[in-house]
């Protein structure tokens, strides 16, 4: 069965401060990588996605990939409160007609003034 | 755009009633997928249509049945409603010539007493 696991947190970091969320996965066939937003009461909001091994930055956010440890990561740089929400790490993977997501529990991130 | 629109927002039924969720996206995407979200156990796959008049069963398809009514619209119907589908639905979409995102529309809280 695949698994995307992430620490459910909470996670609080204090505003300006660097957040670090992390993921693992167990499909080595998944390609793309994903990491949504969500506030509470709301649905997810997609942030950012990576397919290529390495760093991709957009902003203040970077996520990072580790085929080999099958390993994603989010940083968020200069928190802010704004930034406090439920983070969603999901893997893509053929099963079936479609690609499909498979979604981690999700990491709740607090960012203390 | 609208992108992806649900109806009802917030709907409650007594346990046996029946009723349908609609969805619809402005995108001209292919695929589209009905999810549950309970506290602590993430985003869950129901059923999900890779096209028009295809439809697949995911990772929780008991006591739901879905129907693609056209490229632009999915719904849900629970027949006989029961308190363990008490949750959030959320449904997405998802671009034919992406990375696999998808895009999630506002959500329908639903409880079933």
């Known amino acids: 069965q695949k698994e995307v696991e992430q620490n459910s947190g909470p996670l609080s970091v204090p505003e300006g401060a660097i957040a670090s969320l992390n993921c693992t996965y167990s499909?080595?066939?998944?390609?793309?990588f994903f990491w949504y937003r969500q506030y509470s009461g709301k649905s997810p909001e997609l942030i950012m996605f990576?397919?290529?091994?390495g760093d991709k930055e957009d902003g203040r956010f970077t996520a990072q990939l580790n085929k080999a440890s099958q390993y994603v990561s989010l940083l968020i740089r200069d928190s802010q409160p704004s930034d406090s929400a439920t983070y969603l790490c999901?893997?893509?993977?053929?099963?079936?007609?479609?690609?499909?997501?498979?979604f981690g529990s999700g990491t709740q991130l607090t960012v203390l003034p | 755009n609208a992108g992806v629109t649900q109806t009802p927002k917030f709907q409650v039924l007594k346990t046996g009633q029946s009723m349908t969720l609609q969805c619809a996206q402005d995108?001209?995407?292919?695929?589209m997928y009905w999810y549950r979200q309970d506290p602590g156990m993430g985003l869950r796959l129901i059923y999900y249509?890779?096209?028009?008049?295809?439809?697949d069963k995911g990772e929780v398809p008991n006591g739901y049945n879905v129907s693609r009514l056209n490229k632009r619209e999915f719904s849900l119907r629970l027949e006989s409603a029961a308190p363990s589908q008490t949750s959030v639905y959320f449904c997405?979409?998802?671009?034919?010539?992406?990375?696999?995102?998808?895009?999630f529309g506002p959500g329908t809280r639903l409880t079933v007493l």
């Open positions: 997405a979409s998802s671009p034919p010539d992406g990375w696999d995102e998808q895009f």
């Open positions: 499909d080595r066939g998944s390609q793309s």
């Open positions: 990576i397919y290529s091994n």
């Open positions: 999901a893997a893509s993977g053929a099963s079936g007609s479609a690609r499909q997501l498979t």
């Open positions: 995108m001209n995407h292919n695929s």
């Open positions: 249509s890779a096209s028009e008049g295809t439809t």
